[in-house]
Antibody
């Protein structure tokens, strides 16, 4: 069964740091782009960051550039996001999702076909 | 950045009736050489993660009931539920993957009338 399980969420003070993890199983992790998408309480979905299969390309939403770092360990079938200088507006459920890679000769990625259940991050003093 | 705008923000439809949700992109998401529209639709039920319904604007994901259909091209797209069931109560999001950032629409909340 294809599965994504996030962990690492919690309560953190403004300015603090947190590292989220996403454990993948049931598919060849190294063959897919991966992404983080967040959802603030009562709000819609916001894409946060993408990472290519080999980690060579990474993209971020402007609001997290310089503060968040997406990474992956294909040997451990795991996706991560290191979140520094956290702000109240980063409070959200964070989902990891599998992203279908673009078909050659295109580069890039397509849609998100498998989602985890999410982990909650609360930034508050 | 491509902005995705959905309408309406909320919708109430009677059981068995048709529900229609619209999504407009700020620029074309049609990849002309492939004749494919880079749009997906997701369903999010309360307390659950999003679930992929439709990709390439009109291709139904495996296991999705055929009462769900997607249409449109260029900048205007529609998700239609042909006969609303109680289990379809959810928030629906469109998303473009034509360019980075792969933005979502703001969501449309679908309820039973």
């Amino acid at each position: 069964e294809v599965q994504l399980v996030e962990s690492g969420g919690g309560l953190v003070q403004p300015g603090g740091s947190l590292r989220l993890s996403c454990a993948a199983s049931g598919f060849t992790f190294s063959s897919y782009w991966m992404t983080w998408v967040r959802q603030a309480p009562g709000k819609g979905l916001e894409w946060v960051a993408n990472i290519k299969q080999d980690g060579s390309d990474k993209y971020y939403v402007d609001s997290v550039k310089g503060r968040f770092t997406i990474s992956r360990d294909n040997a451990k079938n795991s996706l991560y996001v290191q979140m520094n200088s956290l702000r109240a507006e980063d409070t959200a459920v964070y989902y990891c999702a599998r992203v279908i890679p673009a078909a050659k000769p295109e580069s890039g990625y397509y849609y998100m076909d498998v989602w985890g259940k999410g982990t909650t991050v609360t930034v508050s003093s | 950045d491509i902005v995705m705008t959905q309408s309406p923000d909320s919708l109430a439809v009677s059981l068995g009736e048709r529900a229609t949700i619209n999504c407009k992109s700020s620029q074309s998401v049609l990849y002309s050489s492939k004749n494919k529209n880079y749009v997906a639709w997701y369903q999010q039920k309360p307390g659950q993660p999003p679930k992929l319904l439709i990709y390439w604007a009109s291709t139904r994901e495996s296991g999705v009931p055929d009462r769900f259909s997607g249409s449109g091209s260029g900048t205007d797209f529609t998700l239609t539920i042909s006969s609303l069931q109680a289990e379809d109560v959810a928030v629906y999001y469109c998303q473009q993957y034509y360019s980075t950032p792969p933005n979502f629409g703001q969501g449309t909340r679908l309820e039973i009338k």
